[in-house]
T-cell receptor, first 116, second 113 residues
Framework: DTGVSQNPRHKITKRGQNVTFRCDPISEHNRLYWYRQTLGQGPEFLTYFQNEAQLEKSRLLSDRFSAERPKGSFSTLEIQRTEQGDSAMYLC??????????????FGPGTRLTVL | AQSVTQPDIHITVSEGASLELRCNYSYGATPYLFWYVQSPGQGLQLLLKYFSGDTLVQGIKGFEAEFKRSQSSFNLRKPSVHWSDAAEYFCAATNFGNEKLTFGTGTRLTIIP
């Protein structure tokens, strides 16, 4: 396994359109996270899954955003009615349940979203 | 509120010179601390982490960091930088039972020949 993968790497869309991103975590990692990173800022937490359960959501995650992890493996992040303010890098990370790597999050390359 | 501060937005050092990147945290409980590096077009790569124990931690690529509780700091150091170290560096923190990482705003490192 080569790490966390994200698709697509880049997405350009028009304002008002819906977009969906996919994240495939490291196999056997039961925790999966989504972050958003805007230019000149560090990543900001959006939401977190343990297996298929979404256990925490940030206030940044408006009702236009929805994330799923239906079988506890890959996850999708959908943004409905995109706005120019949604333009950012969307990062996915995964981590194992315990052991020495507890709370160590492994990040994917990100999906860069541009809303025109 | 929990926060991580990286006071330096941009640092320029000469190749072969030593490096220190600053990180200060504000957390109620003893934090878990991390340094990540992000190169253009790449994801965040973990350099090192501190959970407990020895306050001087060694990481990959010759980096080390020292946890100083009295100063609420976790500064990253490298004795001799290489041109390939040019990147964005992020300090992050969390604590036991908290799943989300709180990141600083990052420090961009430029290396000059």
């Amino acid at each position: 396994d080569t790490g966390v993968s994200q698709n697509p790497r880049h997405k350009i869309t028009k304002r008002g359109q819906n977009v969906t991103f996919r994240c495939d975590p490291i196999s056997e990692h039961n925790r999966l996270y989504w972050y958003r990173q805007t230019l000149g800022q560090g990543p900001e937490f959006l939401t977190y899954f343990q297996n298929e359960a979404q256990l925490e959501k940030s206030r940044l995650l408006s009702d236009r955003f929805s994330a799923e992890r239906p079988k506890g493996s890959f996850s999708t992040l959908e943004i409905q009615r995109t706005e120019q303010g949604d333009s950012a890098m969307y990062l996915c990370a995964s981590s194992p349940a315990g052991g020495r790597s507890y709370n160590e999050q492994f990040f994917g390359p990100g999906t860069r979203l541009t809303v025109l | 509120a929990q926060s991580v501060t990286q006071p330096d937005i941009h640092i320029t050092v000469s190749e072969g010179a030593s490096l220190e990147l600053r990180c200060n945290y504000s957390y109620g409980a003893t934090p878990y601390l991390f340094w990540y590096v992000q190169s253009p077009g790449q994801g965040l790569q973990l350099l090192l982490k501190y959970f407990s124990g020895d306050t001087l931690v060694q990481g990959i690529k010759g980096f080390e960091a020292e946890f100083k509780r009295s100063q609420s700091s976790f500064n990253l150091r490298k004795p001799s930088v290489h041109w390939s170290d040019a990147a964005e560096y992020f300090c992050a923190a969390t604590n036991f039972g908290n799943e989300k990482l709180t990141f600083g705003t990052g420090t961009r490192l430029t290396i000059i020949p």
